[in-house]
Nanobody, 124 residues
Framework: QLVESGGGLVQTGGSLRLSCAAS????????IGWFRQAPDKQREGVSSISTTNGRTYYKTSVKGRFTISRDNSKGTVYLAMSNLTPEDTGVYYCGGGYPSGEYSMLWPNEYEDWGQGTQVTVSS
């Protein structure tokens, strides 16, 4: 089970930190990713992290602005977002699963566990 928190309304240039609390048993190579969906758009991968080796992956447009991290002792994955723009607006979902490879770490259909989503709105 995955539960997101930390969304909200910020102005352009602002920052937010999202949290994804994970519970239940997982196996090696389990990954947790952050995905977002804007109105009338498909869900897209933003960032993901392997809970096994800590390797991280980012959508090109968020590199340098977003940082994903994990705290295995708390079973929580964080997404620190800075320098936000209106294009970052959307519902952010935490996904968990076993992607086939590094090439698919940001593909939503590689993940089977999903949280309920948290709204992020960036005003101009």
């Amino acid at each position: 089970q995955l539960v997101e928190s930390g969304g909200g309304l910020v102005q352009t240039g602002g920052s937010l930190r999202l949290s994804c609390a994970a519970s239940g048993s997982t196996y090696a190579d389990y990954a947790i990713g952050w995905f977002r969906q804007a109105p009338d758009k498909q869900r897209e991968g933003v960032s993901s992290i392997s809970t096994t080796n800590g390797r991280t992956y980012y959508k090109t447009s968020v590199k340098g602005r977003f940082t994903i991290s994990r705290d295995n002792s708390k079973g929580t994955v964080y997404l620190a977002m800075s320098n936000l723009t209106p294009e970052d607006t959307g519902v952010y979902y935490c996904g968990g699963g076993y992607p086939s490879g590094e090439y698919s770490m940001l593909w939503p259909n590689e993940y089977e566990d999903w949280g309920q989503g948290t709204q992020v709105t960036v005003s101009s």
